[in-house]
Each structure stands twice: as structure tokens, then as C-alpha cells.
């Protein structure tokens, strides 16, 4: 009968590390999984169910979580979506003054402005893309 609690222990314990995504309460969930299977098999009483739960839970903590969360729990090397443009070079195909223009950046057209809002870059200007607010590229000719 204690298996049974103990697997159930263990299914619910792994549900709910969905609501958290801090790996706590997979390796608690995990470790009442492995008291489930060594107390239907060694039918211990119930106290070594709770020995074999802390020494369970103690190696993942200390040994399994850590390697977890730093493969899993660092960004993506590469930069994706608009955060990839930041620093890329854009073309000038329409002056760009404080409140108009245009530039090509990556083979799109999107509308920019100057970082500096006194600047006015010319058509046919590099440019380079300081950051993306919204739909606006903020660009900068640079020295």
C-alpha cells in the first residue's frame, strides 16, 4: 500500500513541476517514483520508505539539479527574432529624420529612426541598428 501513495506522490510531484519550471519539485516527484519502487520490492516499513526518499532526494539535489539548470536553464547562445538585428548594418532607401524614413535591414524595409533625433541620414547612407522599438528600427551612422 505504501508503493501505491508513493507513486502516486511522485506522478502528482511531476504534474506540478509544470507550474513552477524550477526542477524542485521533478526531483522530489522523482525520488517518491524511486521509493515507490524499492518499498514494492523490499517492502520496507516506513521510516526506511522516508531513508530511502531522503538519500533519493539528496542525490538528485545535489547532484542531478544543478547539471539541469545550467544546460537547461541559460538563454540560447544565438539571439533570434528582432533581438538578432541589434548591431546589423541597414541601407537608407528613404531619408531618415526624427519622425520618417525608411532603411532595408536583412531584406526587409522597415521604417526608421535616428538615435539622435537631431541627425538626418540621406538615401543611399549605412547605417547601423542601435535597437528596435516596436516596428521602428533606431539607427545610428555612427563616427
Known amino acids: 500500500m505504501a508503493a501505491i501513495v508513493w507513486l502516486i506522490a511522485g506522478i502528482v510531484l511531476a504534474a506540478a513541476e509544470m507550474l513552477t519550471g524550477d526542477l524542485t519539485l521533478l526531483m522530489l516527484g522523482a525520488a517518491a517514483l524511486g521509493t515507490a519502487g524499492v518499498s514494492a520490492a523490499a ?13 533519493i532526494s539528496g542525490v538528485l539535489f545535489l547532484g542531478v539539479r544543478p547539471v539541469l539548470r545550467r544546460r ?47 541627425e538626418v541620414y540621406e538615401a543611399g547612407v549605412t547605417v547601423y541598428v542601435m535597437k528596435i522599438d516596436g516596428a521602428t528600427a533606431v539607427v545610428w551612422k555612427g563616427p
Do not use: C, Y
Request: no cysteine; aromatic share 6%.
Open 43 to 55: 517492502g520496507l516499513p516506513l521510516w526506511g520508505d522516508a531513508l530511502v526518499f531522503a538519500a
Open 72 to 118: 537547461f536553464g541559460t538563454p540560447p547562445p544565438n539571439p533570434t527574432g528582432v533581438d538578432a538585428l541589434t548591431g546589423k548594418s541597414a541601407l537608407v532607401l528613404e531619408e531618415v529624420a526624427a519622425h520618417s524614413g525608411q532603411v532595408k535591414l536583412g531584406g526587409e524595409v522597415w521604417t526608421a529612426r535616428p538615435l539622435d533625433p537631431s
